[in-house]
């Protein structure tokens, strides 16, 4: 075929065209599946723990004294409990993703998960890996990964593969767990978590507990995170008190084989109608399939994440970092009665106050859905509000 030679415009247009087709092919190459490796990272943290008064002889087999204590303690906004050094040196199980999208302004963006209670790090990959329930429909991190994002998702310290368990009540509190949060951070930035890679921005996505953890770390250590997204959070910890006796918490070594070996200050939660009305919402919200499977593989709690967690929940003064809160309308963990309203009074934009130096603060309130965020039929629509945040700010 012959082929007549290009004029000196056409030859410029082509090679602007060839150009503008390099650098979009440069900005986003899709791979078949995200790569992931499981890492066992050693970590060693201190931080000031409290001193709480649990009463001798204390029956962990009998829910209502365990319900009553937690209730008293986190219930009183006044007494201030003494504190004690404490140190945990353990190895953290936690599995990193590249993503199954590469985005070139985001591969060197990670979004750092850490779940609340009795969960550990396949609340994330919907309660499975390498394949969830129903797929991709609940996982988190599938989602992140088709957006371009480097994920890694940790078990806390206490629950999952990471070793040795602490004390459930001296060494497991909202303190201790910030700092090894802090570490972790420090080495992702550092390049010695993740071989390899290295990350200059680190987006925190908490759930419950683990969104607690984030207000902490927003507290104690304001510049590591570049931006929150806190799901299951609230402004409030009385109602986490109120609607928790429902739950029948329980040693878990009485509870399942599974637990055997548990210090007694580890529980779960031992009622399945109080399981689903406290973390679960209305039926119809979720499917029931997965509130079993969810149900039955249940990790633990340790007492003293629970006694601890209104040292998590207050004011980050300096953090400028971007906050946006996930909050479903029946969540009955930070709203009395399952009921959180909506707007500005609602729990979760009231939350926003404890950011008052956020560049930016915003809020979503997933209708029909409980304190499960990832775990119920509107999860897709949750990961799709709260990447649409990240994207307008610049991640």
Request: some cysteine; aromatic content about 12%; hydrophobic content about 35%.
């Amino acid at each position: 075929m012959h082929m007549s030679r290009l004029n000196s415009g056409q030859g410029r247009y082509f090679n602007l065209i060839l150009a503008q087709i390099i650098f979009l092919v440069s900005l986003k190459l899709c791979y078949a599946n995200p790569n992931c490796t499981t890492l066992r990272i050693p970590v060693s943290a201190t931080a000031s723990n409290e001193v709480f008064p649990i009463p001798t002889g204390l029956d962990y087999s009998n829910p209502a004294a365990i319900s009553a204590l937690i209730e008293t303690i986190i219930g009183d906004g006044i007494t201030t409990y003494p504190l004690v050094p404490t140190t945990y040196d353990g190895t953290v199980v936690a599995r990193f993703c590249e993503p199954e999208v590469y985005i070139a302004n985001r591969s060197n963006v990670v979004q750092y998960f850490v779940s609340g209670v009795t969960e550990n790090k396949l609340y994330w990959s919907g309660l499975g890996y390498p394949n969830g329930f129903d797929g991709d429909m609940y996982s988190t991190i599938a989602y992140a990964s088709k957006q371009g994002y480097p994920t890694f998702v940790i078990d806390r310290i206490g629950v999952g593969e990471t070793t040795p368990r602490p004390d459930p009540i001296v060494q497991e509190q909202v303190n201790l767990e910030e700092a090894v949060n802090h570490e972790l951070v420090m080495m992702l930035k550092a390049g010695t978590a993740v071989p390899g890679r290295t990350f200059n921005r680190i987006i925190y996505v908490g759930h419950s507990y683990g969104s607690i953890l984030g207000n902490a770390q927003a507290t104690n250590h304001p510049t590591d995170i570049s931006a929150f997204i806190l799901t299951g959070f609230g402004v409030s910890i009385i109602p986490v008190a109120a609607d928790l006796p429902q739950t029948a918490p329980f040693p878990a070594q009485l509870y399942s084989t599974r637990f055997a070996g548990y210090q007694p200050g580890y529980l779960v939660t031992s009622s399945e109608p109080g399981r689903r009305g406290y973390l679960w919402g209305k039926p119809g919200s979720y499917d029931e399939a997965i509130f079993e499977l969810d149900y039955n593989q249940e990790d633990v709690v340790g007492l003293g994440e629970l006694l601890s967690i209104g040292g998590g929940l207050k004011e980050a003064p300096v953090s400028t970092a971007p906050v946006y809160i996930v909050t479903g309308d029946s969540d009955d963990v930070f709203c009395l009665a399952a009921t959180c309203g909506n707007g500005p009074s609602s729990p979760q934009a009231q939350a926003c106050t404890l950011f008052p130096k956020a560049s930016a603060c915003g809020y979503f309130i997933p209708v029909g859905t409980g304190h499960m965020i990832s775990l119920h039929y509107s999860a897709q629509q949750s990961f799709q509000m709260y990447h649409k945040f990240l994207a307008s700010h610049g991640f």
